[in-house]
């Protein structure tokens, strides 16, 4: 239940972020930081 609500929380925080970045203007940028952030924590 714990792993379910931070998981929660995380794509939350990703859609903001992501919505925020896109009105920024700045969204390319910094979804290719994203995802190779991610892929270094898989």
């Given at each position: ?14 859609v ?7 009105i920024a ?18």
């Amino acid at each position: 239940m714990i792993a379910t609500l931070h998981n929660l929380c995380f794509y939350l925080w990703l859609v903001g972020e992501a919505r925020r970045r896109i009105i920024a203007g700045d969204f390319l940028e910094w979804k290719n930081g994203m995802v190779g952030r991610m892929a270094q924590r898989l």
